[in-house]
């Protein structure tokens, strides 16, 4: 599971995107947005703990990023630079927020974890529900439960074959609890990323699915985006998954815009 580096370079823009991407996915997951992110930046995506390309285990990977971003900086004399999170990555960007140097000109988060407090993610990532998570997922329960959900009409057969697929083996099981712990470990203080962001005048572009069950777009945190200054809400006809065409059409045209 681990390269030789700690993430991918791509993107033929003069501009520079530290990219955390989501899970299952890695490094190059930004790749798909042709039209918006990678004619104006040149991408850094880094591979995260668990997942192909990236290391396997998280206790230093933090300190060791953080290193890479300064060093990144320094070699390549950069004045201002971006962030951009997926789901779990969305919660890294904005855990590493207050440690970051003051230089940050956009934030680009897509179904954010971290902006609000996720009761089932928090209770699945420590302590007893972790444990509890973890003999769960190593039985047969998940896939009756899929089957179940699917008869309900709560999901469809292809919601079914994508969460499955994730499961199917030992290894990719052992990932998903080992990512979920990492992200418990990961404290987000929303209020006072946003102040953060505040000060830096920092442009943030918050991207929601509409159909996205497990971060959806609600009143809740709508009124906490609004405590933000320089915001950008979009929200598309999309479930979890945004790595679609019509998003990178209209990040592209409000770049432009």
């Given at each position: 599971m681990n390269s030789e580096s700690p993430f991918s370079e791509y993107g033929s823009g003069t501009q520079l995107l530290f990219a955390f991407h989501g899970y299952g996915m890695n490094g190059d997951q930004f790749i798909t947005f042709t039209k918006s992110l990678i004619p104006n930046y040149k991408i850094i995506g880094f591979?995260?703990?668990?997942?192909?390309?990236?290391?396997?285990?998280?206790?230093?990977?933090?300190?060791?990023?953080?290193?890479?971003?300064?060093?990144?900086?320094?070699?390549?004399?950069?004045?201002?630079?971006?962030?951009?999170?997926?789901?779990?990555?969305?919660?890294?960007?904005?855990?590493?927020?207050?440690?970051?140097?003051?230089?940050?000109?956009k934030l680009f988060l897509f179904a954010p974890y971290g902006l609000e407090k996720h009761i089932g993610l928090k209770f699945i990532s420590k302590g007893f529900g972790h444990h509890f998570f973890k003999a769960v997922l190593n039985s047969r329960?998940?896939?009756?439960?899929?089957?179940?959900?699917?008869?309900?009409?709560?999901?469809?057969?292809?919601?079914?074959?994508?969460?499955?697929?994730?499961?199917?083996?030992?290894?990719?099981?052992?990932?998903?609890?080992?990512?979920?712990?990492?992200?418990?470990?990961?404290?987000?203080?929303?209020?006072?990323?946003?102040?953060?962001?505040?000060?830096?005048?920092?442009?943030?572009?918050?991207?929601?699915?509409?159909?996205?069950?497990?971060?959806?777009?609600?009143?809740?945190?709508q009124k906490l985006l609004n405590l933000i200054k320089h915001r950008q809400v979009i929200e598309v006809k999309e479930s979890h998954w945004l790595m679609t065409e019509r998003l990178d059409l209209l990040l592209a045209t409000n770049q432009n815009d």
């Amino acid at each position: 599971m681990n390269s030789e580096s700690p993430f991918s370079e791509y993107g033929s823009g003069t501009q520079l995107l530290f990219a955390f991407h989501g899970y299952g996915m890695n490094g190059d997951q930004f790749i798909t947005f042709t039209k918006s992110l990678i004619p104006n930046y040149k991408i850094i995506g880094f591979h995260l703990p668990y997942h192909r390309n990236g290391p396997e285990n998280h206790q230093d990977w933090i300190a060791i990023t953080l290193t890479t971003i300064y060093q990144i900086i320094t070699d390549r004399k950069v004045q201002n630079y971006s962030l951009a999170g997926y789901s779990i990555g969305a919660r890294i960007c904005l855990h590493l927020l207050p440690q970051l140097p003051q230089k940050i000109d956009k934030l680009f988060l897509f179904a954010p974890y971290g902006l609000e407090k996720h009761i089932g993610l928090k209770f699945i990532s420590k302590g007893f529900g972790h444990h509890f998570f973890k003999a769960v997922l190593n039985s047969r329960i998940p896939e009756l439960l899929m089957n179940f959900t699917r008869f309900l009409g709560f999901i469809d057969s292809e919601h079914e074959a994508i969460i499955l697929r994730e499961l199917d083996t030992a290894e990719k099981r052992k990932n998903l609890c080992y990512s979920l712990l990492m992200s418990g470990e990961l404290p987000v203080n929303s209020f006072e990323s946003i102040k953060r962001l505040n000060e830096l005048n920092t442009k943030t572009i918050i991207v929601y699915g509409r159909n996205d069950v497990l971060f959806p777009f609600k009143n809740r945190n709508q009124k906490l985006l609004n405590l933000i200054k320089h915001r950008q809400v979009i929200e598309v006809k999309e479930s979890h998954w945004l790595m679609t065409e019509r998003l990178d059409l209209l990040l592209a045209t409000n770049q432009n815009d």
